[in-house]
């Protein structure tokens, strides 16, 4: 049921009577498809002089409440209240899906202010060449392309030759060794580290019995060649006596 807005009578009816004063002098009646042809030329007049404007958003229940009562055409009020109640009850329902709506907008344009918020922090600091990067929204021609690598290519060669002798300095400073420091008393001779002794020499067993000649050392009569038994406590003589 839409809203009649009866403001449009007025001029559409003087319309209408301006256009049968100007056709009474040579028309005597007007028939069903004159009044037809007519009506349709003042409305077409009004609608182009008086656009349609639109209807004012209802915010609350009792604005509502007033237009249903106003512009209500039934005839029995109990079918008009039944209706009037199913209108209500879809505006509560439109009414809350918009408050829904508008706080997930709401939301999103935090979102969206937040995330601008952050890009213009940590902004990518532009360099040479960023912009020649390939995508699908920009492609440059293989011209261009060999175009600035020439010009950019004694730059480049620059760069790579800094970077390298850069990287040689910093080789030979882990291998140059630091510099000795010097003594507290002001003694500007350099500190040498003690010289380690050499371990003694160590006598070998098979150096003992080697001078040269085959088994010389080892005879059948000695019992005890390398003087073992010597070094073992004697028994006494009340140890020996049976």
Not at 15 to 20: E, L, P, W
Not at 127 to 143: A, C, E, P, Y
């Given at each position: 049921m839409q809203p009649l807005d009866v403001s449009i009578f007025g001029p559409l009816t003087a319309?209408?009577?301006?256009?049968?004063n100007d056709v009474s002098e040579h028309v005597g009646t007007i028939n069903k498809a004159q009044f037809t042809t007519f009506y349709a030329q003042a409305r077409e007049k009004i609608f182009e002089r008086l656009p349609v404007q639109d209807l004012a958003i209802l915010q609350t229940n009792a604005t509502l409440n007033v237009m249903l009562?106003?512009?209500?055409?039934?005839?029995?009020?109990?079918?008009?209240?039944?209706?009037?109640?199913?209108?209500?009850?879809?505006?509560?329902?439109?009414?809350?899906?918009?408050?829904?709506?508008?706080?997930?907008?709401?939301?999103?344009?935090?979102?969206?202010?937040?995330?601008?918020?952050?890009?213009?922090?940590?902004?990518?600091?532009?360099?040479?060449?960023?912009?020649?990067?390939?995508?699908?929204?920009?492609?440059?021609?293989?011209?261009?392309?060999?175009r600035e690598l020439v010009t950019k290519k004694p730059a480049i060669a620059a760069n790579r030759r800094k970077h390298r002798q850069k990287k040689c300095w910093q080789e030979e400073e882990e291998v140059v060794a630091p510099p000795p420091a010097t003594a507290d008393d002001g003694d500007e001779a350099l500190l040498t580290s003690p010289p380690t002794p050499s371990p003694p020499p160590m006598q070998k067993f098979l150096d003992e019995l080697n001078d040269g000649k085959p088994l010389s050392a080892i005879t059948d009569g000695d019992d005890d060649p390398f003087g073992f038994f010597d070094t073992l406590p004697q028994p006494s003589p009340s140890c020996t006596q049976r």
């Open positions: 319309t209408y009577r301006r256009i049968i009562n106003a512009f209500c055409q039934e005839p029995n009020r109990r079918d008009a209240d039944r209706l009037k109640h199913m209108v209500m009850k879809a505006h509560k329902e439109v009414h809350a899906r918009n408050l829904v709506l508008e706080f997930e907008n709401m939301l999103l344009w935090q979102q969206e202010d937040q995330s601008k918020r952050i890009v213009t922090k940590v902004k990518w600091k532009e360099r040479t060449g960023d912009w020649m990067v390939l995508s699908k929204d920009k492609m440059i021609t293989h011209k261009y392309a060999e």
